[in-house]
């Protein structure tokens, strides 16, 4: 299908309410603004290419509605983060990870070659439960806060540190097994 | 922050992630187009639903039992009784149009097109017998083995109101158990494989659930025997055109012998409906109307199962209840050649059930 292509001048702002009005040339002129940085967070919490395509589908599939509820005080591309955080937790609690179902011969032609250091870095990352891998993702590597990591996932400030040291603790212990 | 955590950090964020699918805007679009709509959680703080779910269970259970109580009594007075349902139900003279269920609230929209049934490739079904070995497993660890058995499916050909139609029947035995009959029967219009009839007997008999579909309606009856015997019956409005394929299979069992006709292909998705359990055992107490069942081929992998090794589709199936509260996941691993379920695995609320082909016989 041909997909519309908006003016690159059109700010956030104006594609936001644009995309609240049901214009589909907006919806296309946000994903590919924030969809990118959506899709490797999601695939970092859930480990799975087609997870983190699910989740990026439903996100910019409910976006319209959604937006009715953003309320333009913050950034929209921390708010999609949010929101694409919440899912990706939402569907992997519901559902066991994929990366469990691996199986032999798996088809390898879709994911990233890695090298032997980050392949047992990132075999390491899988291997933690996803309340903790969850805290690690969105610290170490998205950068956010203790408190907004808090409120994302619905626990304290303080369990989101100690869930944070539990998960290095963990890595650093199986990396060094296997070294 | 600690160099070494700086380290990790940096060592974290360099991890490489896959392209995405170039596709995936497309598709966005396309279904947003169709009317696909998907109900997003709030992007501000978490609200703290797990202790409203804990509140709310249990106002549920203090407030349900009761009114269980009080339905159920209300019902008996009115109830069919013993009346054998099979002659009442293929007559229609159970379900007046009092009877049909109150709309359930915030139907739930398929998320992929439906399947239509002339998208279906019928030439690949085939009549056979398939047996299959389960194992449930609980936190990945312990298995029960009380349920590690077996099931055969048995598809053939037949006939209902003098329509062709497939006949799938159910076996079943715990290890070591000869299989025997379930008495589980479903037939399935032949050319449109949507269900007419199906009847389950749980209980070792004392549970029967007795289901037939016209192409708009749905009606279902319940039959569980003891010192009293209760009979409840439903009807249910099918949400979805008449050309659309749905099941009645809450559990996708019966349904892996049909995955055969299904077009799958690289990238393919699409959606069916599964009604669930709508009998009326008093006003309001309408528990699962249709929901949609969503598929999607998730990849494609080598399997070995007792009975081969078989080159699979990896599908994966999402359903959602009401509300879209919980969602349902099952993987099956489909043969690329013959369209045989080789392996499933169901996520139950907090076990997972496994079941593999053990073997195939074909049928004269």
Known sequence: MAIPVPSPAEGVAELAEQTRAGSPAALGALYRRFGPGLYRLAYRLSGSKEDAEDIVHDVFVGLPEALQRYEERGRLDAWLKRLTARIALMKLRAGRRRATLRLEDHDTATEPQRQPETGELQAAVDALPLSLRSVLVLKEIEGYSHSEIAEMLGISAVASRVRLMRAISRLRRTLGENR | ?364
């Open chain 2, 1 to 364: 922050m600690t160099d070494h955590q700086s380290e990790l950090s940096a060592a974290l964020r360099q991890l490489p992630v896959p392209e995405f699918d170039p596709d995936l805007l497309a598709r966005i679009l396309r279904n947003r187009a169709m009317g696909v709509r998907v109900s997003l959680p709030s992007g501000g703080p978490a609200f703290p639903w797990r202790w409203l779910a804990v509140a709310a269970t249990v106002t549920v259970l203090i407030g349900g039992s009761w009114w269980v109580t009080m339905s159920f009594s209300e019902i008996r007075a009115s109830r069919v009784g013993a009346r054998d349902p099979f002659g009442e139900l293929l007559s229609g003279r159970l379900w007046s149009e009092e009877s049909l269920p109150a709309s359930p609230p915030g139907r739930l929209l398929p998320r992929y097109p439906l399947i239509r049934s002339g998208s279906l490739d019928l030439t690949r079904l085939s009549e056979g017998l398939w047996t299959y070995h389960s194992m449930r497993s609980t936190e990945g660890i312990l298995s029960e083995p009380s349920f590690d058995g077996r099931t055969r499916l048995r598809l053939t050909r037949g006939s209902y109101s003098g329509e062709p139609a497939w006949v799938i029947t159910t076996e079943g035995a715990s290890a070591g158990q000869p299989l025997r009959g379930s008495g589980d029967t479903a037939y399935v219009d032949a050319v449109t494989l949507r269900p007419l009839y199906s009847l389950t007997v749980r209980n070792q008999g004392r549970t029967r659930i007795v289901e037939s579909f016209s192409v708009s309606r749905g009606f279902q009856s319940l039959t569980i025997k003891g010192s009293k015997t209760s009979f409840f019956s439903g009807v249910l409005e099918l949400p979805f055109p008449p050309d659309a394929i749905f099941t009645n299979d809450w559990l996708v069992e019966r349904f892996r012998m049909l995955m055969a006709a299904i077009p799958l292909a690289k990238d393919w998705s699409g959606s069916i409906y599964q009604t669930g359990f709508f009998a009326r055992a008093g006003p309001g107490t309408v528990t699962q109307h249709a929901v949609p069942l969503n598929i999607r081929v998730a990849g494609r992998d080598r399997v070995s199962v007792p009975a081969g090794r078989f080159d699979c589709w990896r599908v994966d199936l999402e359903s959602h209840s009401a509300g879209d509260v919980i969602s349902t996941r099952w993987t099956m691993w489909v043969s690329r050649d013959k369209g045989w379920v080789v392996k499933s695995e169901f996520q139950g609320s907090d076990y997972v059930r496994d079941e593999v082909l053990v073997s195939y016989e074909p049928l004269k």
